[in-house]
């Protein structure tokens, strides 16, 4: 009986596909990974202040806003308006 033993590759698998994508490149220099370093935090920055933004709209436009609630039940359980 043979037993056929499978080669491991080279690469481990990433099992997200898009991580090749994000990753810095191979041949990346210091000077190089200082300035996409410095442009991902700006960009960072930028994306939580927009996030930021949001919420404040979010919480603006809720605010002062009548909830109606329906409450559903028996009569005579305490759930009547």
Do not use: F, Y
């Not at 090749?20 to 442009?39: G, N, V």
């Not at 991902?40 to 994306?47: G, P, Q, T």
């Not at 996030?51 to 009569?75: C, F, M, S, Y």
Request: proline share 10%; glycine share 4%.
């Amino acid at each position: 009986m043979v037993i056929r033993q499978e080669r491991q590759s080279e690469e481990p698998v990433d099992p997200d596909p898009l991580s090749w994508a994000w990753a810095p490149p191979a041949d990346e220099t210091p000077a190089e990974r200082a300035i996409r370093e410095a442009e991902e935090k700006d960009a960072r920055l930028v994306s939580e202040r927009i996030d930021e933004e949001i919420r404040k709209e979010r919480h603006h436009n809720l605010k002062g806003r009548p909830v109606k609630v329906i409450l559903l039940g028996q009569e005579g359980n305490g759930a009547s308006p």
